[in-house]
T-cell receptor
């Protein structure tokens, strides 16, 4: 069984540009989560999808962040326009039964 | 609101020595607790979890953790460290009032293993 995959593994952009991160969950997992780790700090929850619906987006920092999960399969997280403080590692996770979340390798975003 | 505290951003041990990584949580309701590990250039891997069954939980690679409600702790241990255990370890909690959906993480502890 393939694990959670994320693309790209690393992205370097300039302030003001747009970046889209992609997450492919484990097949059959209805729950999909986004987390972020800013350098030196804890991993923080961003939002949770159940299939294509946003169940909880209480962790989204501001309206520059837009997450979608059309069709209930893969998800994208768009940052537009990117700011310096958006730099960090963005993790995606998925779960079948909500008791165990399986994480992807993360996307390291650097905003210059 | 729940929170997780991991004491020590870095822990150094010698190969063969006991590994003890500390985790304390704050919660007003019974939690689920997790330890994840991140090896260099890899994602987060689940080591073990406590979900209200046995308080002593065994995980992969010889690690175990004990849930102690009276101490609000969930410390991670391994009797004998191996060089391959060098990684960053994260303790996390989730609660019934979030449907156990939202993980709250500690700041992580980097384990260094010397020969």
């Amino acid at each position: 069984e393939a694990g959670v995959t994320q693309f790209p593994s690393h992205s370097v952009i300039e302030k003001g540009q747009t970046v889209t991160l992609r997450c492919d969950p484990i097949s059959g997992h209805d729950n999909l989560y986004w987390y972020r780790r800013v350098m030196g700090k804890e991993i923080k929850f961003l939002l949770h999808f159940v299939k294509e619906s946003k169940q909880d987006e209480s962790g989204m920092p501001n309206n520059r962040f837009l997450a979608e999960r059309t069709g209930g399969t893969y998800s994208t997280l768009k940052v537009q326009p990117a700011e310096l403080e958006d730099s960090g590692v963005y993790f995606c996770a998925s779960s079948r039964d909500s008791r165990t979340q399986y994480f992807g390798p993360g996307t390291r975003l650097t905003v210059l | 609101a729940q929170s997780v505290t991991q004491l020590g951003s870095h822990v150094s041990v010698s190969e063969g020595a006991l590994v003890l990584l500390r985790c304390n949580y704050s919660s007003s309701v019974p939690p689920y607790l997790f330890w994840y590990v991140q090896y260099p250039n890899q994602g987060l891997q689940l080591l073990l979890k406590y979900t209200s069954a046995a308080t002593l939980v065994k995980g992969i690679n010889g690690f175990e953790a004990e849930f102690k409600k009276s101490e609000t702790s969930f410390h991670l241990t391994k009797p004998s460290a191996h060089m391959s255990d060098a990684a960053e370890y994260f303790c996390a909690v989730t609660l019934v009032n979030t449907g156990f959906q939202k993980l709250v993480f500690g700041t992580g502890t980097r384990l260094l293993v010397s020969p």
